[in-house]
């Protein structure tokens, strides 16, 4: 079982859709979290930390869920350029384990 | 601005060369890995770096080694390349923190004929 999993899509919206993805992972002692978005061809950068009382920015809310040991991003509005993987990251002590990422395809 | 430089964005080389990834961040931060990247594998950890001269094994370290001399730079070797090790290679960069955001390279694609 890998420790963090994700559906790899991809996931074909229309523009202004709302679109969610779920992430789980395994090791009940993670400390940290986080959305990372990858481009094509680029390498990940940062989207947003997740925090335990869910945070928002922007068009975009991430929400963890400790007893299930879940994450989720929800997307609102979805613009073309929100095309890109998505990548959930879990962190123990200074590490950091990666999804398989779940891939985002917005049409007009 | 946070800069992680690599030294090639392409590589090509034959089975059997030893290979060396170059990996320089601008931002004085302490720790370093390196990961690679496969499709429906996603990133994989392979070495890391919490302090000049001082290297953790990752999650599939077999077949590399790595270096860190100085502070600001962390290098990745492949002893003797195989086919198998033809991935994208990843270099990150973060300060000494679990909460803090793990900055990337452009990364290097390695493909070993």
Redesign the interface.
Known sequence: RKE?EQD?GPFNVPEGATVAFNCTYSNSAS??F?WYRQDCR?????LM?VYSSGNEDGRFTAQLNRASQYISLLIRDSKLSDSATY?CVV???????????TRLMVKP | DVKVTQSSRYLVKRTGEKVFLECVQDMDHENMFWYRQDPGLGLRLIYFSYDVKMKEKGDIPEGYSVSREKKERFSLILESASTNQTSMYLCASTRQSTYNEQFFGPGTRLTVL
Do not use: H
Not at chain 1, 42 to 46: A, D, I, T
Not at chain 1, 91 to 101: K, Q, R, S
């Open positions: 963090v790899p400390q940290s986080f680029k390498e990940p950068k940062l930390s990548l962190g123990a002590g200074n590490m950091l384990t990666f999804g398989g990422g």
